[in-house]
């Protein structure tokens, strides 16, 4: 969907200018994320919503390309896009991660409370497993 959908957000983009085109990716993003979250148990719904948030990442990824084209010299391009692509990864990497480091109180067994402390044991077990 990324060939697709990124001819269209370019486009968008260059008409809408930078701030609406993402605005139109969050929102997009939103909405896919609120349809997963509400159709947890339904895999069509799971699957309609990552196809919403799919079209959004176009408009977030078409931007480092932008930016450079237009505030950077010819010379000056490559590196620029370079660095505005490792800063979007480098930003989903630390998301990503920040979930495994995250511990929510949770229940063991019934009247029982895990610590924090406990469930991040517990999360870093099992990830390294």
Known sequence: LYIPFSF??????HILKLRRGLLIGAMLNA??????FV????????????????AAQTFI???????????FGKHERGMATSIGVVGNKLGVA????GTFLMSLTT???????????????????????
Do not use: N
């Not at 909405?31 to 997963?36: C, D, E, K, S, Y």
């Not at 159709?39 to 919403?52: L, P, W």
């Not at 063991?108 to 895990?114: F, K, M, P, R, S």
């Open 8 to 13: 269209v957000a370019m486009h968008l983009l």
């Open 61 to 71: 990824l078409s931007v480092p390309p932008l930016i450079s084209s237009v505030w």
């Open 94 to 97: 630390f998301g990503l991660g």
């Open 39 to 54: 159709y947890i148990t339904d895999y069509v719904g799971v699957y309609a919503g990552t196809i919403v948030c799919s």
């Open 107 to 129: 229940t063991v067994q019934e009247g029982q409370q895990q610590t924090k402390e406990d469930a991040r044991d517990e999360a870093t077990k099992s990830f390294f497993k």
């Open 31 to 36: 909405i896919g994320a609120t349809i997963r």
